[in-house]
């Protein structure tokens, strides 16, 4: 279905009990309704927003366009959590009704200040001749979980020298000033983040761009974070505009990192090379948060934008990705499943065998929402790995082809398709001998941490409903293999 522009800008104020209750409906009897993922009710969901810790519970906000699974007329939808994995649908939490958020209340973050919590967000407006005039504004929350909005933008014009492309405020505080990069195009159409600072979230001066070693890469730079760990500094940014490299940049936009310590006085930074932080199909715009023990916690959308999905014609699109640990050992980014997910931890499974040249199934070990971790120890097997969500003709595969060191993700006989224009298979380097894959996989997502966390691929996918599956297998050779499975929910 094609969506007019009249329909993308239909707010949910403005449509019938009946016609939201149909839509319920239709979303309701989709097959690929996630369990334990973050999810629409209805319509589309973009990205992470305001991820934040305020009076003792966990904020997680997305961007939505309710009516529809197309990128319509934005609002931030509100989830709490207790214990990051277990979250309470809270409501909507920032509606673009204003004149400083006409046409979207686009991405931004959240800080608590003066005992309430402060929503810095992009209203993206536009005038009669269609031309856009992002404005940064701030919402804040109180205790109560009400949310008001300030009447003023804070930032209410784009600096000379860039376009409109300018949003997704990310806000920190250093050092007793709090600090804003915000995700922007130079007006030579090429990518950039910029600084902005505050002594009280109110009054922002613009101190100057990010000087970086990467001016030509991209055309415009979403979701800009900026965070330290363990003193080392590391900056997350979503490029638009790069080409495939290699096993590298294969999806529509990307999202990855540079190493740095992003000096705030003169908004230098020296850098490591730029790394896509998931080898997946569907990661865009994380955002990160410190959790009140001091550990770094990403969230990023599992989508992308202006890709075709299968729950399209069900009347929604896309979820979260589950909360991962960020850490660097030995000058590598980490990613690990947020400890607590164990607390979703139902029946626990185990097996192990040695494979000779076979593939091999293990009783009970089947299903569409669960854990598994397994580990391999490659003795003489060319390679190995997992099939999960496997029936008569659909499968996905998880394989270590330890000739050529590579890891790959094969979605091609996955089920239904989302857009197959970028590839089905996603691949990347790793040299091991013992591989351990740490898989969460839900109705319709797989979440594949390699390795400890050294490698994450993350992927939705489309599987018939009786794809319960789960085989193991050893190529060319020996290889031994241990697993253990817990079911959820
Ligand atoms: C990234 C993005 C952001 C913007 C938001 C609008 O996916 O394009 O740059 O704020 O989505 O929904």
Known sequence: MQWTTEQRYTRIEDISEKDWKELKKQVDRSPWRQTYHIQPETG????????SFYNGEYHLFYQWFPLGPVHGIKYWYHTKSKDLVHWENAGIAIRPNDEIDSHGAYSGSGIEHNGQLYLMYTGNTRDEQWVRHPKQNIAVMDEQGIIKKWETPVIDHVPDGYTDHFRDPKVWKENNTFYSIIGAQRIDKTGCA?????????????????????????YMWECPDYFTVDGQGIFVFSPQGIAPDGDQYHNIYQSGYV???????????QHSEFHELDRGFDFYAPQTMEAPDGRRILVGWMGLPEMAY?????????????????????GRLMQR??????NLRGIKMEAS??????????DSFSGTAFELVCSFEIQDADSC????????TEKTVITYDAIHQRLSLDRTYSGALADSEYGTVRSCFLDTKHVTFHLFVDSSSLELFVN?????????????????????????????????????G
């Not at 589309?44 to 991820?51: A, E, I, K, Q």
């Open 44 to 51: 589309l969901l973009n990205d992470p927003n305001g991820f």
């Open 194 to 218: 910029v600084l902005y600072s505050s002594p009280d979230m109110k009054n922002w001066t613009f101190k100057g761009e990010i000087q970086t070693d990467l001016p030509h890469f991209g």
């Open 259 to 269: 190493l740095g310590n992003l000096d705030v006085q003169t908004q230098t930074m």
């Open 310 to 330: 299968p729950t399209d014609e069900h009347g929604w699109a896309h979820c979260l990705t589950l909360p991962r640990e960020i850490t660097i050992e030995n």
């Open 337 to 342: 499943p947020v400890r607590e997910l164990k």
């Open 353 to 362: 065998a040695q494979l000779h040249d076979e593939v091999k199934t293990f």
């Open 385 to 392: 790995g997992i099939e999960i969500r496997v029936n008569e």
């Open 452 to 488: 400890d966390g050294l490698e994450v691929f993350t992927s939705r996918i489309f599987p018939s409903e009786d794809c319960t599956g789960i085989r193991f297998f050893a190529k060319g050779g020996r290889a031994s293999c241990q697993a253990v499975k817990w079911t959820i």
